[in-house]
């Protein structure tokens, strides 16, 4: 199928002005927020003594958890959710617009705002650039943040409102948020952990807080893939059934 660059650029501005909506914007802004207060909070309980990098391995893994799984799959439901509210989604499906260029610009403006979040965050969080493989970092966020969105999609396609895309996500933040978030305290939550995305991601920066260098494992690759191509396959079959493909 080919890909119009012009219809492409037109559905990408649409979703990039609808990032500025004050319930979407609100999200990644929390994320920074609750990072700079847990910064502080184990500053005030260590007597402003330097944070150990365990500690920071948990700001790091807390705040890329939240910004992927949070951003990644509330803004591109909410988003979906609103285009049906409003009626725009149909009439764009209907139009010369096709499923690729709408989903691509769908998914492209809330990705780039993850990713940027996910930068932001290291010096945040109180970890050095020098101690990260950045181009590491930025790949298994990148693969990490498009399943999130990819999820999004997939619940938007089902929320009849707004609000109903915030109540459809709330399992999927509980699991992929909190189950990476206790993998290092709870030893039987930590092999559930192993095999999520954001697990990966968990590994990923417990590992540059402690000074170690972190490698990509055949497991993380398969994780960070299938969960992916599994979530895209869902999407697809959602988005045909639910009559939105044009014949």
């Known amino acids: ?32 927020g609750i990072t700079v207060i847990m910064k502080l909070v184990y500053s005030a309980m260590l007597d402003g003594k330097e944070i150990p990098p365990m500690l920071l391995g948990v700001i790091l893994n807390l705040g890329l958890t939240m910004n992927i799984t949070m951003t990644g799959t509330v803004v591109t439901s909410t988003l979906l959710a609103q285009e049906k509210e409003k009626h725009t989604l149909r009439t764009l499906m209907t139009s010369s617009v096709s499923g690729v260029e709408f989903f691509l610009g769908s998914m492209i403006p809330p990705l780039a705002e993850i990713m940027l979040v996910n930068i932001i965050l290291i010096p945040l969080s109180g970890i050095s650039f020098a101690a990260i493989n950045l181009g590491m970092y930025v790949l298994a966020t990148l693969l990490a943040s498009l399943t999130s969105c990819i999820l999004g999609m997939l619940v938007g396609i089902f929320a009849r409102s707004q609000m109903s895309a915030g109540t459809l996500t709330t ?5 992929f948020m909190l189950v990476p978030t206790f993998a290092s305290i709870v030893p039987s939550i930590q092999k559930v952990s192993r095999f999520l995305y954001t697990g990966v991601i968990a590994e990923m920066a417990s590992a540059y807080a402690s000074g170690k260098t972190f490698h990509m494992s055949a497991l993380h690759m ?26």
């Open 1 to 32: 199928m080919k890909i119009c660059t012009r219809k492409l650029m037109t559905v990408t501005e649409m979703k990039t002005k609808a990032l500025f909506d004050k319930n979407v914007i609100l999200i990644p802004v929390m994320v920074l």
């Open 171 to 175: 399992p999927l933040i509980l699991v």
């Open 222 to 247: 398969i994780v960070l893939a299938g969960e992916i191509l599994l979530a895209f396959l869902l999407f697809l079959l959602c988005y045909k059934k639910n009559g939105y493909e044009k014949e």
